[in-house]
C-alpha cells in the first residue's frame, strides 16, 4: 500500500512500530524514502527520520546495499544539523557498514560519535548497536565507561531511572553482562535504578494517580480560585500546569507507557466526586476522580501529531504551542 500524500511524524512512528511485521517492509522502506526525498513529508525536517526508519527497515531484511543508500541519505538530509537524531543515523550508517564487513570506514564513522555520549539519551544504545555488530563489545565497553565516568563527574548519581546517566549506565551494564565481566559498583547502581523503573512501571499500570489530571483553561482558574492550595500539585498558572503535564507524559512515554491519556477534570467534576465531607486538595480523592475519568470516555489522546491541534485545546499545532514545553 503506498503511503498517503503528507506523511506526518505520527505516521513514522506507528511505521516504525508496524514495518517489520508487514508483508512488505521492503516496499514501505522505498515509499519511505522516495517521500522523503519528492518533499511529501508533513514536515520537512523529518525527511532524516524518514530516512533512518528506511535505512533500518532494509537492514532488519539484510538489504545491506539498500540499507546502507538509506543511510546515506539520511545523514546527508540532517546537513550541519547536531543532534541526537543525527547522532542515530549516523551510528545506524556506522552499524550497516560493519554488518557489510567494511569495519574501517564503520569506525570512522562511529568513532566521532563518541563525544555525543554524555549528551544524548539514544546515543548509548545506537553506538553500542553498531559496535555489537562489528564484534566490538570491548571498545564499546571502553567508550561507555569513560562517557560514565565523565557525566557521573560532572552531574553526580542520578536519583531517577531517566536521562543520559541512566541510559549510559543501563548501556554498559547489558554490554558487561555480554561480555560476562563481574558486577562492578556502576553495575550495581545501574541494577538499582533498573529495578526502581520496574516497581514504577509496574505500580503505574494498576493504580493511575492524578498526575494526569488535565484542567482545560477556564476550569483552572476556577480551580485555583476555589483551591488555591492546589497550586503546587498542578502550577501556579495556566502555562505552568500544560508544562507540567506535557513534561510528565514525555517522562511516562520514556519509560516505555503505551497509550497514553490526558483526563480532562472540571471543577464541578471533583467537586462532585469529593462529596459534600471529601476534600479535593487530598491526593487520594483526587487519584479517585483521575481514575473515574480514565475508566470513562472523553480522554485525550497523546501526542497529538506535530503540526496537528494541540491537546491543550489552545488552537495552536501542537509543534508551536505544548511541545516545547517540555524542553
Ligand atoms: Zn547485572
Ligand atoms: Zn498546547
Known amino acids: 500500500m503506498p503511503l498517503k500524500a503528507d506523511v ?38 523529518d525527511a532524516g527520520q524518514a530516512l533512518t526508519l528506511a535505512a533500518e527497515i532494509a537492514e ?23 543532534d541526537g537524531d543525527v547522532v542515530n543515523a549516523k551510528a545506524v550508517r556506522a552499524r550497516i557498514l560493519f554488518r557489510a564487513g567494511r569495519a574501517d570506514e564503520a569506525m570512522a564513522e562511529v568513532e566521532p560519535l563518541r563525544p555525543q555520549l554524555t549528551e544524548y539519551p539514544d546515543a548509548a ?55 560476562g565481566l563481574q558486577h562492578d559498583q556502576h553495575d550495581n547502581l545501574a541494577e538499582k535504578l533498573e529495578t526502581r523503573l520496574a516497581n514504577a512501571t509496574a505500580r503505574a499500570a494498576e493504580a493511575p494517580g492524578d498526575d494526569l489530571l488535565f484542567f482545560p483553561k477556564p476550569e483552572f482558574e476556577a480551580a485555583l480560585a476555589k483551591w488555591p492550595a492546589l497550586a503546587p500539585a498542578y502550577g501556579a498558572d495556566w502555562d505552568e500546569h500544560r508544562a507540567h503535564l506535557e513534561r510528565e507524559l514525555v517522562r511516562l ?72 514545553r517540555s524542553r
Do not use: M
Not at 501526542?303 to 509543534?319: F, I, Q
Open 8 to 45: 506526518t511524524s505520527a505516521d513514522l512512528k506507528s511505521i516504525r512500530e508496524s514495518a517489520l511485521g508487514a508483508a512488505d517492509p521492503l516496499g514501505i522502506a522505498a515509499d519511505l524514502a522516495e517521500a522523503a526525498e519528492a518533499g511529501r513529508l508533513a514536515d520537512p525536517d
Open 60 to 82: 532488519s531484511r539484510s538489504k545491506l546495499d539498500a540499507a546502507l543508500r538509506y543511510a546515506s541519505r539520511a545523514v546527508e538530509a540532517y546537513g550541519d544539523r547536531s
Open 125 to 179: 544504545a545506537y553506538v553500542s548497536a553498531a559496535l555489537a555488530a562489528g564484534g566490538q563489545l570491548k571498545v564499546a565497553e571502553e567508550w561507555l565507561t569513560e562517557a560514565l565516568r565523565s557525566a557521573l563527574a560532572s552531574r553526580g548519581e542520578p536519583a531517577e531511572p531517566e536521562g543520559v546517566l541512566f541510559f549510559l549506565l543501563q548501556q554498559r551494564h547489558r554490554v558487561r553482562h555480554a561480555l
Open 253 to 324: 512515554a520514556g519509560t516505555g507507557r503505551a497509550g497514553l491519556t490526558l483526563l480532562p477534570a472540571t471543577v464541578a467534576g471533583l467537586t462532585a466526586f469529593a462529596g459534600g465531607d471529601g476534600d479535593a486538595t487530598d491526593p487520594k480523592i483526587r487519584a479517585g476522580y483521575a481514575e473515574r475519568i480514565a475508566g470513562g470516555t472523553g480522554q485525550i489522546a497523546w501526542p497529538p501529531e506535530r503540526n496537528g491541534a494541540c491537546w491543550c485545546g489552545s488552537g495552536l499545532k501542537y509543534k508551536k504551542c505544548c511541545l516545547p
